[in-house]
C-alpha cells in the first residue's frame, strides 16, 4: 500500500521521497489545483499568477507529511489531500469554507436553485431565466459579466460533459459558456472542478465532500443541461 511507503518516509523525516510519493499517487490532484486557480484568475477572484498550482501543492504534501498518522489508508489519504486543496484555494481568496453539514445543506439549496432556473424562449428551446437579462449585457458589449475561460479548461468542460465542440468556435459562445461557468453556484462549482479537472467520479466527489452521491450525481445532471444551452 501507498500508505506503508508513506509511513516508512515519515519516521525517516525524508519529505522529498514523501513528495514524491504522493505525486505519484495522486497525479489529479495538481490538474484539479491548475483548473482550479486558472477559472478563479479568469472569474477575477484571483490576481492572475500570483499563486501557483506547483505552490500549493507544496503546501497540501507538507501539511499531509506533518499530519501524517498510522491510521491513514489510501481512501483517506485521497479524500483528504482533495479536501486540504480545496482549503487551501479558499483560503487565498478569503472564502469562507463551512463544515460538512453546510455544505450538504448549500448544496441541496443550489441544486434547488439549478432545478428552477430554467425557462423557455421564443423558440421552444431551454434557458436559463437569470441569464436572459445577462445574455443581453454581454450582447450590449458590458465587460462586467463577460468571463472568457481559457482553451485549455474549455477543452477538459467539452470532453467530460460531452460538450459539442463546433458550437463553441465561436467567440460569442465561448463568451457565454464563461457565464453559464461563472455562475454556478460556488458549491455546486467544487463538484464540477473535481470532476471536470481533478477527474473524480461520483463516488470520490461523495467522499471528498462528504455529501451523499445522489446529491452529487443530480449537481452535474444539472450542469450538464445548463452547458448544453449551447
Known sequence: MVTRALKQHKEENNFAEFYKKLEVFVPELKNFLTGSLRNAEDQGLLDRRYFSPDGILDEVFLDAFEGFSDEMDNNKLRRSLFKMAIQKIAAKGAEDIPDEVNTHALLKQELKTLSEDFTTDGAGDRILMEELDDISYLQKGSRELEVQLNDALVKQLIQKFELNEAS????????????????????????VELFAFGDQDIHEISEILEVPEEVVERILFKVKERFRLL
Open 168 to 191: 463553441l468556435l465561436s467567440e460569442e459562445k465561448r463568451k457565454l459558456l464563461g457565464l453559464l461557468y461563472n455562475t454556478i453556484p460556488d458549491r455546486s462549482k467544487q463538484i
